[in-house]
Structures are given as C-alpha cells and as structure tokens.
C-alpha cells in the first residue's frame, strides 16, 4: 500500500509540472477513493476506526501536497 501511495504521488508531481490544470482531476479522483477507503475504516467501533481511517487521511493529504508542489513548481520556473 505505501509503495502504491508513492508511486501514484510522484505521478502527481509529474504530471501537475508539466500540465498544472489537467492535474487536477486525477488528484482529485485519487482523494476522492482514498477518502471512500477512510470513510469505510472510520465506520469501525471506537479506537479501531479512527486507527483504520488514519493510512486513508494521511495518504490523501501526501497526494493533495505532492499535486500543489509539482503546480508551485511550474510556476516557479523562469519560462
């Protein structure tokens, strides 16, 4: 699963480089599944949904930031 959460990030990164607005609907799909997969693990009793949820939340989080560097990135280069 962490090996899937990075490759899909470095992807991201790339891809939002090179073509900032196309990137945004594969991020936003990727956060969208990411954040069905936290929703089912949070629907678990007491301490075991939130520590089941957890992996899901800060996955997505990765792949929002990993998005919006590659985007600042872009813009940050001279041409």
């Known amino acids: 699963?962490?090996?899937?959460?990075?490759?899909?990030c470095?992807?991201?990164?790339?891809?939002?480089?090179?073509v900032p607005r196309i990137s945004r609907h594969p991020e936003r799909g990727t956060q969208r599944s990411l954040g069905a997969g936290a929703r089912a693990g949070g629907k678990a009793p007491g301490i075991?949904?939130?520590?089941?949820r957890k992996p899901f939340h800060?996955?997505?989080?990765?792949?929002?930031?990993?998005?919006?560097a590659g985007r600042r990135a872009r813009g940050?280069?001279?041409f």
């Open 76 to 78: 940050r280069m001279p």
């Open 58 to 68: 800060s996955s997505s989080r990765a792949v929002g930031r990993s998005g919006s």
């Open 1 to 8: 699963m962490i090996v899937a959460v990075v490759a899909v």
């Open 48 to 52: 075991l949904g939130r520590l089941l």
């Open 10 to 18: 470095v992807v991201l990164a790339v891809l939002a480089f090179f």
